[in-house]
């Protein structure tokens, strides 16, 4: 199994910045790409940005411009860094890795627990 830990959730004001990290863990498993998601009370869980091994991005249209990803190939970390956030981008942000642990045949999705962000206007 692959383990996805979150960190830098929490309160930021209308136009402030925030700063998300996860870290995969687990016992001999191959990455091939991490990203990140977001749910709203009501909403299904929508795409924000994922990076794949190869370094292409993908940004929902919603964070283009606002939103950058990167990972730590090494330490199979992923960054998300959210620029001049809104009320809107208040979700709980999901990790999300795409891995292929030592005790399976073909790769599966691995979910972080989630971490709340609430920007204030």
């Known amino acids: 199994q692959v383990q996805l830990a979150e960190s830098g959730g929490g309160l930021v004001h209308t136009g402030g910045s925030l700063r998300l990290s996860c870290v995969a863990s687990g016992s001999r498993f191959q990455v091939y790409r991490m990203g990140w998601y977001r749910q709203t009370p009501g909403k299904g869980r929508e795409l924000v940005a994922h990076?794949?091994?190869?370094?292409?991005?993908n940004y929902a249209d919603s964070v283009k411009g606002g939103c950058t990803i990167s990972r730590n190939y090494a330490e199979n970390t992923v960054h998300l860094q959210m620029n001049s956030l809104k009320p809107e981008d208040a979700a709980v942000y999901y990790c999300?890795?795409?891995?292929?642990?030592?005790?399976?045949?073909?790769?599966?999705?691995?979910w972080g627990q989630g971490s709340q962000e609430t920007v204030s206007s």
């Open positions: 999300n890795a795409t891995a292929l642990p030592s005790t399976r045949v073909t790769p599966s999705d691995f």
């Open positions: 990076i794949s091994n190869n370094g292409d991005t």
